[in-house]
């Protein structure tokens, strides 16, 4: 009995501290629900009491119009009820109206005189409006593109007028702003810039809405979607705006039909004609011609092919790349018979035109491409065999391109060292040209015609009197060093008699070989004679030298110049001896004058000062003549 009494007293020991366990766990609980409640409350009176000053804030604004600068006198009802006593009487009126009114513990039915402290309700609009044209100035400014890494305070203060008066007026629908490099600052204006003066960007702002201030978007919280703002550089514009239209507004189109379809697919249309006339003009100032096809989903090309609106864009791509590749093909027609050019400028227009219809072949082999034809192959489109024909030459023209450029590039080091070398150096360069021209018209297969090696060695030809003439300077031949200039008038006349004897020499040496040939048996019809090579360098010579001949015509001209003033140079120099005689008497009757310890022969003396006077000789046939006689003379 005593064992189970003890396991009766533990049992109720052990459920004792559990009770009192599960108390103390609750009390907690209430604990943290009460510090959770007064915390709310505390945040309910905290926003009460913030609502209370706002309300506060607006009646004191309000009843801030209503209120009068003087303080408003009692009513007589008021001044009777009111006792006076002597004290207050015998005060002046300064002090009484300089005492201030307790107005806390007066009747509320009793008017309360307004405070002097006034707000004045206009002021604090402007305020309020000028810190608006502030922040959009400021929203403005932290979108402008300043060169070099610059921060917005290179604005100036002209330029932040300027934006002001963006943000202010209505009528101002668009905003420049870019660095001008004559004044080398930033500048802002209403209309475009001129590309010539601009550096770097040019940061645009426009007005989607021209009746809506900046100042109410930005009350609105739409100031971002009211004003169209980006970059625009000068030297990239075209490919800017291709780029803007092509990758934005012509996918924003397609996906989205906010109009009728047959409007839709006109807006389509036109933007398709723009994009290939924008994507030919931004690839011509960079020399190259891309084909823009369209971005029509062609994946399925017989139900393509039954679109009659895609069929008509697509036959429009056809003729305006049918216009491309002939213009292409045409801009390399005549270009030997251009008179001023240089063997220089013929390599780099074969290697440009070369690069420019390699990639016109690639273009055409591209699988987007090729899709466009399928599709107008299947609806029997009449655009499409002329365009097919045209592939066909570029293929032709590529090929003729590449190996021009081939047979040509050996010139380009020779002629390069010829626009740099001296004159003296100028013989030994030509007899390189002139072998390699002679290579050409052997073994090119365009380039061994007549017409191209007399354009040829035209260009040849330009070249050597650019050069020459870069060396003559025409003051120095009028009254400069007659030694130097004859000196390099006729090596400019030798440079000019050894190209002409080198094309001389060769001819002959081409007509020995064909002799040769045809005296071993073979005659003009063996394999040897190609059809279109002449059987020897019978050319238009006048085509050839004619310009080589007036410039060496002009340097005999200049050596006769250089001639008569060596001549004619001590005819000159007399009169300045003339002039120079009465000095020389002077000094004489000077010396006269003082003590000479040995005397001279006057005469002697005399002719030996005036000789010391004497230019040195230019040469020439009469210049020792002339100086004998003016010993004579003198």
Known sequence: MADEKAGMSGVEEGGAEQQEQEQEQEQQVQETQEQEQDKQE??????????QEAIKEEEELETGTRQTEDVSEPSKEQQE????????????????????????????DVPRPPSKVLIDEEQVAKERASAIVLACVQWIENRIDIPNGGRADALSEECRLVISEFVTDETKESLFVFKDKEENAMKAQFLPPVADIIEGTVSYFLKENEEQSLTELFKENELSEGVLFGFLQPDH??????????????????????????INKDIIGNLENFMGNMTDIANLLEGKTVLYVPQDDLEHIVLCAKDKDLVQRLESSVIHWTRQIKGVVASGLGYENIEDASPLAEIEFWRSRSLDLSGIEEQLKSRRLRKVLDVLEHAKSSYLTPFLNLTEVIEAKTEEARDN?????????????????SLKDIPTLLIEIMCLVRAIWTNSVYLKTAENITGLLRKVSNSIIS?????????????????????VLRESMNCGDVWKNLYYAHCRLISFEVKQKMSEGE?????KFSSSQPLSWDFDESRIFAQIDAFMQRCRDLLEVCEWRSQFSFSLACDEVVAAVPKVREEEEEEAAEPVEEEEDDSSKKKEKLIELLPPAFGGTRAKEIFTRLKVVF
Do not use: Y
């Open 81 to 108: 009820d009111v006792p006076v006593t002597e004290s207050d009487s015998q005060e002046p009126p300064d002090a009484q109206e300089s005492q201030p009114t307790d107005i806390s513990n007066q009747d509320p």
């Open 42 to 51: 505390q945040e309910q009176e905290q926003e009460q009491e913030q609502e």
């Open 237 to 262: 514009l075209v490919d800017d705006l291709v780029s803007m239209v092509g990758n934005l507004f012509l996918p924003q189109v397609r996906s989205k039909n906010p109009w009728p379809i047959a």
């Open 467 to 487: 050069r020459c003439r870069s060396e003559i300077s025409i003051s120095e031949v009028m009254s400069g060093d007659i030694d130097k200039s004859v000196k």
């Open 405 to 421: 450029h081939k047979m040509l590039s050996p010139l380009l080091g020779p002629c390069t060292r010829l626009t740099k070398s």
């Open 523 to 527: 005659g003009p019809d063996s394999p």
